[in-house]
């Protein structure tokens, strides 16, 4: 069955003229001071366009779900968080010199850097992964100003116009980028198999992944990251960038090896370690995607849409 050509034509439109808007605003903040530009993008994002787009809407269902007895004066208060921390990290992916010059000089702390640093001299592969926490690019340009060659792998935006230049964003920390699907997966192995590191976020929704609690609640989970690390011998290694205080700057973490066991347990890990980091900061998660869609959760998103 063939969509209406019509239809297609529209949504093209759409989505040009999103991409239009997207363009005039990134360049408008590009002019100001990078201590200004990020700010201001996390202003506009609560302000205005997280309530346009339904985002602060989904957040609050998401944080109902996992937390229905928390206050409506604390949950509205992590849903500006998250909406203004999702701004500031859209905008600092588009300052790359300045992103890249600021995470130079921060420090890079946690048990996961001597496991790095054996790996690397030994010739063996490196899977970092991480989740959409503070910014999940701070960590990658403090390593890349160290001297590390980082790849990654990432979902292309829907909106073809949009996803040309929001591409570009992740190749200019230097390292390989590959998009999901048959040839970025394949390169992705090549590149893990020649004993590079590599970045992997986990914490989307994926239809058919594993069923595991995520915040006590059960949610489709890729195993993939635990698979390439066992199958390459690979050091499997939680990492993050916590916003800090002055909402410029960030603590890097890398995190200690998970243990070798297998995909479900590891993964269990990997999960485990990024649910601490939103306890402790639940403002700086994305709380915006459709991460659980099984259970009572499906009519909530059935009801939101």
């Not at 160290?146 to 935006?157: E, S």
């Not at 992740?170 to 893990?192: E, K, M, S």
């Not at 199958?231 to 890097?252: H, Q, V």
């Not at 995909?263 to 994305?286: C, D, Y």
């Amino acid at each position: 069955m063939t969509s209406d050509p019509d239809s297609r034509k529209g949504r093209r439109l759409s989505d040009w003229m999103t991409d239009r808007l997207l363009r005039s605003v990134i360049g408008a903040l590009r002019s100001l001071p990078y201590e200004k530009r990020v700010p201001a993008m996390g202003w506009f994002t609560r302000r205005i366009l997280a309530p346009l787009a339904g985002y602060n809407r989904r957040s609050a269902i998401n944080l109902s779900y996992i937390f229905p007895d928390m206050k409506d004066t604390e949950r509205a208060r992590i849903v500006a968080e998250v909406a203004d921390n999702a701004g500031r990290t859209f905008i600092e992916n588009y300052s790359p010199k300045e992103f890249l010059a600021r995470n130079a000089k921060a420090d890079v702390t946690g048990p996961g850097i001597a496991a790095l640093e054996k790996a690397q001299s030994e010739g063996r592969p490196v899977i970092l992964v991480t989740g959409h926490f503070g910014n999940y690019e701070a960590p990658r340009a403090a390593l890349v100003s160290r001297g590390y060659n980082i790849g990654g792998l990432y979902r292309p935006a829907a909106n073809q116009f949009f996803n040309d230049h929001y591409a570009e964003t992740f190749t200019a920390y230097g390292g390989p980028i590959f998009a999901q699907g048959h040839r970025g997966t394949a390169g992705f192995v090549r590149h893990l198999k020649s004993g590079g590191i590599l970045v992997l976020l986990f914490d989307q929704h994926v239809s058919n992944g594993e069923k595991l609690d995520f915040l006590g609640r059960p949610a489709r989970t890729a195993l993939s990251a635990a698979e390439l690390a066992l199958r390459y011998g690979a050091e499997l290694i939680p990492f993050y960038g916590t916003r800090n205080d002055d909402g410029l700057s960030f603590a890097i973490e890398l995190e200690a090896p998970i243990p070798p066991s297998d995909a479900v347990t590891m993964t269990k890990a990997m999960n485990a370690s990024l649910e601490a980091r939103i306890i402790a900061h639940p403002g700086q998660w994305f709380w915006v995607h459709r991460r659980w869609k099984v259970g009572p959760m499906r009519k909530m998103i059935k009801d939101q849409d």
